[in-house]
């Protein structure tokens, strides 16, 4: 029956527009069966696709917060170097993503683990400001390199329909 079949597959019982028998009732509460009743289509349609949705791997989507422009290279300890910067659209955060572009081809993924304004230490640069950017791996840093900062964020996928 539908109850066991339901249990065996971890699926819900839909039943629109129809009673569920008292033995059927007894059955999925004995099974942990969920059993939904509907007597209005669109409840249904609605609930189905709230519950689909909830099945599908949330999407992956990176926005570019900003870039800025190395104009010059400061080194700072054993291999380690700092891009001295102008920001010249949007924002670099501390602690986002970055991508290192060279020739209109990225050449490393890192993160900005030290973001300075002059002797400061600060969470973000906005646009037409200078700044020092230090990434947490990739050192080979060269003047006119571009570093953009982006984020990634998870966004729920919708149902088609």
């Not at 029956?1 to 999925?28: H, P, Q, W």
């Not at 349609?45 to 992956?60: F, M, N, R, S, Y």
């Not at 400061?74 to 986002?96: E, L, N, W």
Request: aromatic content about 6%; glycine content about 8%.
């Amino acid at each position: 029956n539908d109850i066991m079949l339901a249990a065996a597959s971890n699926a819900i019982v839909v039943a629109f527009n129809t009673k569920v028998t008292e033995t059927a009732r007894r059955s999925a509460e004995a099974e942990g069966v969920d059993v939904r009743q509907y007597d209005i289509i669109y409840k249904l349609t609605d609930d189905v696709g709230a519950a689909l949705k909830g099945l599908l791997e949330p999407e992956i989507v990176e926005v570019v917060e900003g870039r800025a422009e190395v104009r010059q290279i400061i080194k700072v300890g054993k291999g380690t170097v700092i891009a001295g910067s102008f920001v010249t659209d949007g924002r670099i955060v501390r602690g986002g993503n970055a991508r290192v572009w060279r020739s209109s081809k990225v050449i490393a993924t890192d993160r900005i683990e030290s973001l300075r304004r002059f002797r400061d230490d600060v969470r973000e640069v906005q646009a037409n400001y200078e700044c020092g950017i230090g990434l947490a791996n990739f050192h080979d840093i060269v003047e006119g390199d571009i570093i953009e900062c982006f984020t990634s964020q998870s966004v729920s996928r919708a149902t088609a329909g």
